[in-house]
């Protein structure tokens, strides 16, 4: 009965499914793994951000650049406070507010974002508190550059004069007078009053949309799988069923051209069957 699974067309179905199902299998456990090193880092992160809090500052210079393994590290650097900027739209324990950003002047010349703190409402630079005077020695969180548009960094333009919507040397270097740091750090403590910033996890280490799309992904591979085998057992039923049909006779023959002849014409020999006068029979 099962002797139609050697015919050609069950032969390119099995191949199909033998290589279909392991194809799966494969890609939805790429995909699981890549949740899990999503996951995995989220983690990692969390226990950088909590041994960088006690680690010992260590020099700018030493950090740079800036990459996932430095980000959230203390900082130290030296200098002078010169421009300061306000960046708006930005929130600090489920308030609206701004940051104050003043650049410092380092001996190198370049200047190093340093964000002093957050005050709430509108961005108003006659309530941001002057930067101090002299030569300063600033210790935060070494930050990488924001990009506009992504993690809640505005994208908008059009800004007042003295503000920003990223913190970054490609934003800054049109608004400064000299280079700046590809990086950026936030104060632990804040001056004159602001709160602090809180440092944010390098971007691609935490549970956002592309963990999640990951996991469904791995779910639709599964699914695809289990429905191949489906498939291929429904065939294999409903073959092995007509199989059986056919071999008790359920299943009616195809009429053969004899047959056909005989029914058109009324004699077995394929001739028109005439009268007694010779002229064929109505």
């Known amino acids: 009965?099962?002797?139609?699974?050697?015919?050609?067309?069950?032969?390119?179905?099995?191949?199909?499914?033998?290589?279909?199902?392991?194809?799966?299998?494969?890609?939805?456990?790429?995909?699981?793994?890549?949740?899990?090193?999503?996951?995995?880092?989220?983690?990692?992160?969390?226990?950088?951000?909590?041994?960088?809090?006690?680690?010992p500052a260590r020099p700018l210079r030493e950090l740079l650049p800036v990459d996932q393994d430095t980000s959230g590290k203390q900082a130290v650097a030296t200098g002078r406070y010169g421009k300061q900027l306000l960046v708006p739209d930005r929130e600090v324990d489920g308030r609206r507010g701004y940051y104050v950003l003043t650049l410092l002047r380092t001996d190198g010349g370049r200047a190093l974002p340093v964000v002093r703190g957050w005050l709430p409402g509108t961005a108003d630079p006659a309530k941001a508190p002057a930067a101090p005077a002299g030569e300063v020695t600033v210790t935060g969180a070494l930050q990488v550059s924001e990009s506009p548009g992504s993690d809640g960094v505005s994208a908008a333009g059009g800004l007042p004069d003295g503000q920003t919507g990223a913190i970054s040397s490609a934003s800054l270097v049109n608004l400064v007078p000299y280079k700046v740091y590809d990086a950026w750090i936030t104060l632990a403590k804040a001056d004159s009053g602001m709160t602090a910033v809180p440092a944010t996890a390098p971007q691609g280490t935490g549970l956002d949309l592309k963990a999640f799309q990951n996991l469904g992904y791995t779910g639709e591979w599964f699914v695809f799988a289990g429905f191949v085998v489906f498939m291929w057992f429904r065939l294999l039923r409903r073959e092995a069923e007509f199989a059986r049909d056919a071999e008790l006779g359920l299943i009616p023959t195809e009429e053969t051209d004899q047959d056909r002849d005989q029914e058109l014409n009324g004699s077995p020999d394929g001739n028109p069957v005439r009268d007694a006068a010779g002229a064929p029979a109505p």
Do not use: K
């Open 1 to 55: 009965m099962y002797r139609f699974l050697l015919t050609p067309r069950w032969w390119g179905i099995n191949v199909f499914v033998l290589l279909a199902i392991p194809f799966c299998i494969f890609m939805g456990s790429w995909q699981l793994s890549r949740f899990e090193a999503r996951v995995q880092d989220q983690r990692d992160a969390g226990e950088q951000a909590a041994a960088a809090r006690t680690d």
